[in-house]
């Protein structure tokens, strides 16, 4: 696995972004001191990216696939109208309990719904037209849930998928791997879809931003 942002880069980058807020820099270090995948954590610089997304659109329903240990949702939340509600899906049950003790102490606690279940079976379930989904889940499932959800997002609504450069794997002239066959199928999928325009943002491992004409 390689990295293709310099990590000076991405240090200058952060040191001149706004800093998070303390509980999100509490469960940064608590996810990279105990977490053996802490790698997939957002991050400061791309979770002020999420954030201010997030703002400049003020969703009312917001859904992400793949919690995690909570830190993109907590993001996402902060531009949350009032009376909205983030949806949060999450199939490991340790991941799902350390976010939910976050959510707890956040302000947006009674706006924040986890589901601990299979994603797949539970976006059939849940009844809303959104206004941002973030696809951060198992990859091989990128074109499913992309498949299940642009159908129910509001026109002119924004799905984000991360990790669409997959450590620079995509960029290599014969993809090894099933992960990064998968995202490369993906960003080929969405390259094809006339109902909707993107783009790649180069930042960490590559978010792309989906938007429905």
Not at 8 to 18: D, I, P, R, V
Not at 55 to 77: D, M, N, Q, V
Not at 138 to 159: F, M, R, S
Request: some cysteine.
């Amino acid at each position: 696995m390689r990295e293709i942002i310099s990590d000076a880069a991405n240090k200058y980058a952060t040191l001149f972004s706004e800093p998070t807020d303390n509980l999100l820099q509490e469960i940064e270090q608590f996810t990279l001191n105990n977490h053996a995948h802490s790698n997939m954590l957002s991050g400061p610089l791309q979770g002020k990216v999420l954030e201010m997304l997030s703002k400049l659109t003020r969703p009312k329903y917001i859904l992400e696939i793949g919690t995690f240990t909570g830190y993109s949702a907590l993001c996402l939340a902060k531009g949350l109208q009032a009376g909205g509600a983030l949806h949060t899906i999450e199939l490991r049950e340790e991941d799902a309990t350390i976010a939910q003790d976050y959510f707890t102490k956040s302000s947006h606690k009674d706006q924040i719904i986890l589901h601990r279940e299979n994603a797949l079976e539970v976006i059939p379930t849940l009844d809303y037209a959104w206004d941002l989904i973030f696809i951060d889940a198992d990859k091989t499932n990128y074109i499913n849930y992309y498949n299940l959800t642009l159908p129910v997002l509001k026109k002119g609504g924004v799905i984000l998928a991360d990790n669409v450069l997959y450590h620079g794997d995509v960029l290599t002239e014969n993809i090894t791997g099933k992960n990064a066959k998968a995202i490369h199928a993906f960003n080929e999928h969405v390259a094809k879809d006339e109902r909707v325009q993107r783009v790649i943002l180069t930042i960490r491992d590559g978010l792309m931003m989906i938007i429905k004409k």
